[in-house]
């Protein structure tokens, strides 16, 4: 389960030229400072890049008055050695004052139309007022963002060195179902997704944790997306890959 759900009538993905196009709406009040979507989108995407990172793909979407700001980034970076999982960064934004800009980050983000966000690690939330130094928000949150993402690297580095056989693997299902971390009615989905994962699951091929970690995450699809957020969160905490 990663990136973005628009799962709210009217909501709509969009381009960023699309989001360009939208008008800025006057203040609400003396302290209010509605912040463009299209700003936001931009000063991410200019300190990211101007951090030695590469965007590889984006997913934006705005509700159906266009007031909230909705996306994820897909991240690269030079030292990479797994081409085909980076570390993604989700955000949301509104220009009523419905929701501050707030920001996640991690190796799976969710971020959804209905408000709820989930990733590995906390980096940016404030809101829209008129003492909103938005270059300012940006660089301090991708600050913390780099020197988080180092340590959810080595997360994801000792999760992929730790080998398990199929009794490890059964004794570890049951803990998260004894624990909580999971609803009791995924057990046989997560079983499947590990033991018989198709080729198309090959996250979760390693017979190691961060196999089990990716049929984990790949058991939430069937979930509410309140539940998800919730489940998304017990999970980085149950593999100690929430790091906020």
Known sequence: MQGLMLDTHGS??????????IPTPQPLGARHQPIPHHELVEALVDGITGRGWTVRDSDLGISAHGAQLF?????RRATDTD???????????????????RGVAGKRVFVCSN????????????KSTTRLDLSALVADGLDRFLVQSEALSEGIDRLKNTTITDADAKARIFDLFHDSVLPSRL????ARHYF???ESESDCHPRSLWGLNNASTRTLASLK???QFDAAQ???????????
Do not use: K, W, Y
């Open 234 to 244: 017990n999970i980085g905490r149950h593999f100690q890959l929430s790091v906020a």
């Open 12 to 21: 709509q993905r969009v381009t960023l030229d699309a989001l360009r196009t």
């Open 196 to 198: 018989q994962p198709t």
């Open 71 to 75: 996306g994820t980034l897909d991240l």
């Open 83 to 101: 081409t085909e999982m980076g570390t993604m960064l989700g955000f949301r934004s509104s220009t009523n004052s419905s929701t501050s800009i």
């Open 225 to 227: 997306p309140a539940a």
């Open 115 to 126: 408000m709820c966000m989930s990733g590995s690690t906390f980096v940016m939330q404030r």
């Open 187 to 190: 057990l046989q989905p997560l």
